[in-house]
């Protein structure tokens, strides 16, 4: 099995500066459905099936749940300080190590549920009211040592939740086993 693969089930972000007004719009209908997505393909799966990882020594479906949840907090927080500091510095966190932390291992998803809704009903009225020049504006990410604009930022984050959703199929495919 190629690890590569199921690391990145749809690929690695690659971000064109070109984006096409359709891709852009798709971006912004992908953070407004998210939660629904999730919330349908977990709403039925057994505590056995929250454990089943995606790839070896990877996630298990509750974590990659609860990770998007911890992730699309910081994302809204990261756009809130963009739009109201000039190209503020954000704060990184150890990901890895909040996936391992007790309401990363838990098997209720119920309030990482309600967080992604509230998050990205909230993200989305906020991306909504945007104008075209307000996409320009810059945060600096010191974890890569790189300047991103919101619109980089859109679209890294309709990815995210794609390749999310992508290892949490995946997970149910192989029914966690490698």
């Known amino acids: 099995m190629n690890i590569e693969k199921l690391r990145f089930p749809i690929g690695p972000f690659h971000f064109n500066p070109d984006v096409t007004t359709t891709e852009f719009e798709n971006w912004k209908m992908t953070i407004k459905n998210f939660p629904q997505k999730i919330k349908e393909v977990v709403a039925t799966l057994s505590t056995e099936e929250l454990q089943w990882r995606y790839r070896p020594e990877g996630w298990k479906i509750k974590q990659v749940v609860h990770h998007c949840a911890d992730s699309h907090m910081n994302a809204l927080i990261r756009v809130k300080l963009t739009l109201t500091e000039e190209s503020p510095t954000i704060r990184p966190y150890e990901e890895q190590l909040w996936a391992e932390l007790e309401d990363g291992l838990s098997d209720d998803l119920g309030a990482s549920i309600q ?9 989305s009225t906020v991306i909504d009211s945007l104008q075209p020049k307000d996409w320009e504006k810059m945060y600096f990410h010191p974890a890569s040592q790189k300047l991103f604009t919101l619109k980089e930022m859109l679209g890294l984050y309709a990815w995210h939740c794609e390749h999310h959703l992508a290892h949490i199929y995946q997970a149910l495919h192989y029914k966690g086993e490698f």
């Open 115 to 123: 967080i992604l809704e509230g998050v990205h009903h909230r993200w």
